[in-house]
C-alpha cells in the first residue's frame, strides 16, 4: 500500500521559518518525482514545488510565488521529501500534500500537514 | 502560467444522472491534462490523467475527453459517493496548475 506521511507544520510567526518533512512507503521512492501542493480556501489547489530524479541531477522547479523563499529536497536512502520554507507570509497559509508521480500527474497524496502564519 | 478555467464552479445533479464539467486551458496543452476528486473532508485523488486514461481502481463511469484547451469530465449514472469537488490540472508546461474545481451536489 503506497502511504506518504507528512510532518511538520504548525503556527509560525510572519518572517519565521518551517520545515516540512515526508516519508514516503508503499512504491519505489527513488523512482518517482516529487512535488509539495498546498491548498487554501483563497487559492484552490496550488503546485509548490517539484524535484525529480537522481538521473535528472534532482533538478528542481518552483513556483514564482515561492522561489527563493522555499528549497524541496529529498534523502533517497531514507525515502523522505524536505520543504524547507523561509519568509513566511500569511499567503502561504494551507494544507501542504506531499505528492509522488511519473509524469506531470499527482498519482500518490499524503494527508497533508497544516501551516498557519500569523502573528 | 496557463490558466486552467472551469465550469460550472457548482452542479447539482439527482442520482443516475449523467453530468459533464468543462476544462479550458489559457493555451495549447495537447492532452496533459487530468482530473481529480477531492470527497469533504478528504485528500485529492487521481481520477483521470493524459485526458482520457482512467487511473487504476477508477469506477468506468467517469471518463475524459478533450485535447488543445477544451477538456470534459463525464459521470454517467450518478452515485452518492460522486459527492466530492473536482479538479482539472495541466502538466503540459511549468508551472504546473489546477483549475478552480467544480463542486458536485446530489439534488
Known amino acids: 500500500e503506497v502511504k506518504l506521511e507528512e510532518s511538520g507544520g504548525g503556527l509560525v510567526q510572519p518572517g519565521g521559518s518551517m520545515k516540512l518533512s515526508c516519508v514516503a512507503s508503499?512504491?519505489?521512492?527513488?523512482?518517482?518525482?516529487m512535488s509539495w501542493v498546498r491548498q487554501s480556501p483563497e487559492k484552490g489547489l496550488e503546485w509548490v514545488a517539484e524535484?525529480?530524479?537522481?538521473?535528472?541531477?534532482?533538478?528542481?522547479h518552483y513556483a514564482e510565488s515561492v522561489k527563493g523563499k522555499f528549497t524541496i529536497s529529498r534523502d533517497d536512502s531514507k525515502s523522505r521529501l524536505y520543504l524547507q520554507m523561509n519568509s513566511l507570509r500569511a499567503e502561504d497559509t494551507g494544507i501542504y500534500y506531499c505528492?509522488?508521480?511519473?509524469?506531470?500527474?499527482?498519482?500518490?497524496w499524503g494527508q497533508g500537514t497544516l501551516v498557519t502564519v500569523s502573528a | 502560467d496557463i490558466q486552467m478555467n472551469q465550469s460550472p464552479s457548482s452542479l447539482s445533479a439527482s442520482l443516475g444522472d449523467t453530468i459533464t464539467i468543462t476544462c479550458h486551458a489559457s493555451q495549447n496543452i495537447n492532452v496533459w491534462l487530468s482530473w481529480y476528486q477531492q470527497k469533504p473532508g478528504n485528500i485529492p485523488k487521481l481520477l483521470i490523467y493524459k485526458a482520457s486514461n482512467l487511473h487504476t481502481g477508477v469506477p468506468s463511469r467517469f471518463s475524459g475527453s478533450g485535447s488543445g484547451t477544451g477538456f470534459t469530465l463525464t459521470i454517467s449514472s450518478l452515485q452518492p459517493e460522486d459527492i466530492a469537488t473536482y479538479y482539472c490540472?495541466?502538466?503540459?508546461?511549468?508551472?504546473?496548475?489546477f483549475g478552480g474545481g467544480t463542486k458536485l451536489e446530489i439534488k
Open positions: 490540472q495541466q502538466g503540459q508546461s511549468y508551472p504546473w496548475t
Open positions: 524535484i525529480r530524479l537522481k538521473s535528472d541531477n534532482y533538478a528542481t
Open positions: 508503499g512504491f519505489t521512492f527513488s523512482s518517482y518525482w
Open positions: 505528492t509522488g508521480y511519473r509524469y506531470a500527474w499527482f498519482a500518490y
